[in-house]
């Protein structure tokens, strides 16, 4: 009966036959793929089991990709925190301080403990793991003996440390070689020192240059006699030796730089980092929650990436790859069904080069890391599904963005030389800079003005002291001045940029940059373009955040989605989620239908409801079935305590604007003061304002002014059309009559659709009472719980107080005289019920009302007015039937506007109440906003042409 093979051990060794042993095979005619795993993916031994596990796994594919026997060359770094730990017991030792032993020991003990789990608790009973812990006990002996030396003699020379520290990787080799070799694989371990050489550049913190044909010729000699007989060499990372022999280390970054130099040596198909996260980003996801996994980066587009506050790779990593054209993978130890970021080159190899890059800084100090957990769905298992990658970018002229934090600014000005000139002469600008590189600082950007009377620069926060002393003292010291300079430092500043091969290939990138750095009201206070591919500015850093995700949903979330906050789900903001459900239906059974999703005339948007909160609970949208949820449904969730969270206005913000659409709106479907005092702080963000709430309007006129001169520029929206006249084109109409230069000389209106009903009815219906009326209006929905408070008339009051702000008055609510239609003796009773059963003793003073009305042909209506000078009031007043007011029916409002061009009147009538009418008011809102703020779909350039 046929079995099958399930042990890793026999899995391993039935993919290592695989791989052929040839006599004949040498380094350069072997087919190699290399694989790099750091400290974080060599952190215990659950850790190497993983590597080994991974190693397995992708031998089968690498033969299938490659097509041909492969050899597996693994790159590795020390165990996790080890390269530190060897540090502090260098630093320990040189101050004299002899706990160094007892934290030495705890290292090699650490190694001892791995590898004995490795083996199942004796690694002495293995062959291969009693050869690593005998190399371990003489490698210990032999650096405690260099830590004696340090700590006698309280001094650690360059080449004591770099010897010290390469054993991190020299353990970690030789435990996995040892792992490998047990799993049933062919596997060996090369010390990099043997056969890399680089050069010895002293007192220099950045990795040395290679010696390439010696490195070459000593690698194929190491494989022509060792290597050819395994089909996986596990090599150290990160050290190496120097011409005269000198073991010595590439430095920080050293081991991802070895794997590229290993990589270029053997001419390797691929070369992958494997490392605790999914791979590149399109910014942080820290900072935009919408950040989506890049499947591919070109090597330029990585060295900018790097450059500029993203650790993908250093420049220097790259380099030796780069020149072969070998594409890099950034992939996830611990998700290695996420296929990650691959980075290769767009152009051929030998066009590949990195000088285009900038300056070879190394700006990881303040960066923050683009590798950063985040976006990644999937599980561990080999086949699952991997982390979200690139949606459907809107433009391809952006691939990311990169944010440079913490920095500080360096400004030199107003130098006075010999002759009364105050500039900064170009030599002295030259010894400035290089006083700095002399004490390691690392200058991210560097300005001069165009009369050279000031040199500014960026440097790490860390560093700004040191920085500011340096210049100081070098001028100071500079002969041929008249006077110090003025060395200013200012602090609190941030890098954005944004990086993309063909930024300069699309016309109009830097503006559609600029414009949305503009609508979100940050400030570019310095600028800087590479005409190939970036475009970065510095920026305060309390402003750097929001201006990443304003980038990040301009050029890379797709252009006409809007993501909306509905606050108040009552019965206008049930109505209006019923309604969004309906947009959402409907453009979805156009696209399954294989059209366009927006009928002819109709906006192409993509509405989508963000979040839901009432006064107590918000829910938010998780899967992509919520885009079409009833209002019924959403208020569901808010009542379940499991799909439902405590309401938080800030954290509904965050969730609107995480740069999962290019706008934001929020809705606010709610009478509460609290909540439209928050107008002002949401459009600072960016966030436009869609309501029917009437507080903001008619209240505080600071607030008001406020609100005016946010939204005065064009870029950020407030519309209120349902605050007046619910689903009527009143503000509207208004607005276009002012706009066109027409003068308001007086508007009359019918402005409460409960009134409306109460009068309408009371005055066409003679037999019924004023009371009985009343209790129908409330029973049709139509008043507030308790009646009183729509007859006391302050409702109307604000409609008025509205238009006339918007016609440019300077009025308050307090400014405007109410009638109210509640008797005295009912003003305090707070009850509905209550007040319905007082109200019918007064059914006869209404009754004699309506009866003088009736007997001069009139009707009863409560009006609110307004004349050009401001004299405005709400009031009942009586109307012949044949005027348009005498007409109405029902709760429909009415308004008249009497203007310059319309002495007779502009009359308006319609609908004045109901869920549905204002609910549609809303939406027409919402709508309307749409139309102002999609940006068009690109269309082919047209050149213009004239003809005579």
């Given at each position: 009966m046929d079995t099958e093979t399930n042990s890793p051990r026999e899995r391993t060794a039935s993919a290592s036959k695989m791989s052929s042993f040839w006599p004949w095979v040498s380094a350069a005619n072997a087919s190699f793929v290399v694989h790099k795993f750091g400290g974080t993916s060599c952190a215990n031994a659950s850790c190497y089991q993983k590597v080994q596990e991974i190693l397995s796994q992708t031998l089968e594919k690498d033969h299938a990709s490659v097509s041909q026997d492969v050899q597996q060359a693994v790159v590795v770094s020390a165990m996790g925190g080890v390269t530190d730990a060897l540090l502090e017991v260098i630093r320990l030792a040189e101050a004299g301080r002899g706990e160094y032993r007892a934290r030495f020991d705890a290292v090699v003990q650490r190694h001892r403990d791995t590898v004995a789990e490795l083996a199942g608790g004796a690694a002495s009973t293995t062959t291969a793991g009693a050869e690593f812990l005998s190399h371990l006990q003489r490698d210990a002996d032999n650096v405690g003996d260099l830590l004696r030396a340090v700590y006698l003699s309280k001094c650690a020379p360059d080449f004591y440390r770099d010897l010290i520290v390469g054993h991190g990787e020299l353990w970690s080799a030789q435990m996995l070689s040892a792992a490998l070799c047990e799993s049933g694989r062919r596997a060996g371990w090369l010390d990099a020192r043997q056969v890399l050489v680089v050069h010895d550049e002293k007192n220099c913190s950045e990795s040395p240059p290679v010696e390439w044909d010696r490195s070459k010729a000593k690698f194929n000699e190491w494989f022509q006699y060792k290597g050819k007989e395994h089909d996986v060499i596990v090599i150290t990372g990160f050290i190496a030796s120097t011409l005269q022999g000198v073991p010595t280390t590439l430095k920080r970054n050293g081991s991802d730089y070895s794997a590229s130099i290993f990589g270029n040596l053997l001419s390797a198909k691929r070369i992958t980092i494997w490392t605790d996260v999914d791979g590149v980003y399109s910014a942080d996801p820290r900072c935009v929650p919408a950040a989506y996994l890049l499947p591919h980066l070109s090597y330029t587009e990585a060295i900018e990436f790097s450059f500029y506050g993203a650790r993908v790779l250093h420049p220097k990593t790259m380099a030796p790859a780069m020149r072969k054209g070998i594409p890099i993978f950034i992939r996830n130890t611990f998700k290695p069904s996420c296929p990650g970021t691959r980075i290769h080159s767009?152009?051929?190899?030998?066009?590949?080069?990195?000088?285009?890059?900038?300056?070879?800084?190394?700006?990881?100090?303040?960066?923050?890391?683009?590798?950063?957990?985040?976006?990644?769905?999937?599980?561990?298992?080999?086949?699952?599904?991997?982390?979200?990658?690139?949606?459907?970018?809107?433009?391809?002229?952006?691939?990311?963005?990169?944010?440079?934090?913490?920095?500080?600014?360096?400004?030199?000005?107003?130098?006075?030389?010999?002759?009364?000139?105050?500039?900064?002469?170009?030599?002295?600008?030259?010894?400035?800079?290089?006083?700095?590189?002399?004490?390691?600082?690392?200058?991210?950007?560097?300005?001069?003005?165009?009369?050279?009377?000031?040199?500014?620069?960026?440097?790490?926060?860390?560093?700004?002291?040191?920085?500011?002393?340096?210049?100081?003292?070098?001028?100071?010291?500079?002969?041929?001045?008249?006077?110090?300079?003025?060395?200013?430092?200012?602090?609190?500043?941030?890098?954005?940029?944004?990086?993309?091969?063909?930024?300069?290939?699309?016309?109009?990138?830097?503006?559609?940059?600029?414009?949305?750095?503009?609508?979100?009201?940050?400030?570019?206070?310095?600028?800087?373009?590479?005409g190939e591919r970036i475009i970065s500015v510095l920026v305060e850093s309390s402003g750097a955040r929001r201006a990443v995700r304003a980038l990040h949903t301009e050029f890379l979330m797709p252009p006409r989605r809007i993501n909306l906050c509905v606050i108040g789900a009552g019965l206008v903001g049930g109505e209006l989620l019923d309604q969004l459900a309906g947009w959402q239906r409907r453009r979805a059974e156009r696209e399954a239908a294989g059209g366009p999703p927006a009928a002819p005339g109709e906006v192409d948007v993509d509405l989508r409801v963000a979040c839901v909160m009432n006064s107590r609970r918000m829910a938010v949208q998780r899967k992509r079935e919520s885009l079409a949820l009833s209002g019924a449904e959403w208020n569901a969730l808010l009542q379940d305590e499991t799909s439902s969270r405590p309401a938080d206005v800030k954290e509904a913000m965050g969730t609107l604007t995480n740069g999962t659409a290019a706008y934001s709106v929020v809705i606010d479907c709610t009478s509460n003061d609290a909540i439209a005092a928050q107008y002002p702080a949401w459009l600072r963000a960016g966030v436009h304002v869609v309501t029917p709430n009437k507080k903001a309007f008619s209240g505080d006129l600071a607030l008001w002014d406020r609100l005016q001169a946010l939204t005065a520029p064009g870029h950020l929206h407030l519309f209120h059309e349902t605050t007046v006249g619910a689903g009527l084109p009143i503000i509207s109409t208004l607005h276009t009559l002012l706009d066109t230069g027409d003068r308001l000389t007086n508007l009359e209106g019918v402005f409460s659709g409960t009134l409306s009903f109460i009068l309408n009815t009371f005055c066409a219906q003679p037999d019924k009472r004023f009371s009985e009326v009343v209790r129908e209006a409330q029973q049709l929905g139509y008043t507030e719980p308790n009646p009183k408070d729509d007859m006391e008339g302050t409702d109307v009051a604000r409609k008025v107080c509205i238009l006339a702000r918007v016609a440019g008055l300077r009025i308050s609510l307090a400014d405007i005289p109410v009638q109210s239609l509640v008797p005295e003796a009912l003003r305090g009773i707070a009850q509905g019920p209550q007040f319905l059963d007082a109200l019918q003793a007064h059914d006869a003073h209404f009754d004699a009302l309506r009866k003088e009305a009736a007997a001069q042909n009139s009707v009863l209506r409560f009006v609110g007015t307004c004349d050009e000078?401001?004299?405005?009031?709400?009031?009942?007043?009586?109307?012949?039937?044949?005027?348009?007011?005498?007409?109405?029916?029902?709760?429909?409002?009415?308004?008249?506007?009497?203007?310059?061009?319309?002495?007779?009147?502009?009359?308006?009538?319609?609908?004045?109440?109901?869920?549905?009418?204002?609910?549609?008011?809303?939406?027409?809102?919402?709508?309307?906003?749409?139309?102002?703020?999609?940006?068009?779909?690109?269309?082919?350039?047209?050149?213009?042409?004239?003809?005579?």
């Open positions: 767009r152009v051929p190899p030998a066009a590949a080069t990195t000088s285009g890059a900038s300056s070879g800084v190394n700006s990881a100090r303040g960066s923050y890391n683009a590798l950063a957990d985040g976006g990644g769905g999937g599980d561990d298992k080999v086949g699952g599904v991997g982390a979200a990658v690139a949606p459907a970018a809107p433009d391809a002229a952006i691939t990311g963005l990169c944010l440079m934090d913490k920095l500080s600014l360096v400004n030199v000005r107003n130098v006075h030389v010999e002759g009364g000139e105050e500039y900064v002469p170009l030599h002295i600008r030259t010894k400035l800079l290089a006083s700095l590189r002399n004490v390691n600082i690392s200058m991210v950007t560097v300005a001069q003005s165009a009369p050279e009377q000031s040199v500014c620069f960026c440097v790490p926060d860390e560093a700004a002291e040191v920085a500011k002393a340096t210049i100081e003292e070098h001028f100071s010291s500079e002969g041929g001045m008249a006077s110090k300079p003025d060395v200013e430092l200012l602090r609190g500043f941030s890098i954005v940029t944004a990086v993309g091969d063909t930024v300069n290939q699309i016309p109009g990138v830097a503006a559609k940059f600029f414009g949305a750095l503009g609508r979100m009201s940050v400030n570019a206070l310095g600028i800087a373009q590479n000078q401001g004299n405005a009031k709400a009031e009942m007043r009586s109307y012949p039937t044949s005027h348009p007011f005498g007409s109405l029916q029902g709760a429909d409002n009415c308004v008249a506007f009497t203007t310059a061009r319309y002495p007779l009147g502009l009359v308006i009538q319609g609908a004045g109440a109901g869920a549905a009418v204002t609910a549609a008011g809303v939406m027409g809102d919402v709508v309307e906003l749409s139309r102002r703020i999609i940006r068009p779909p690109p269309g082919p350039a047209t050149p213009a042409v004239f003809e005579l």
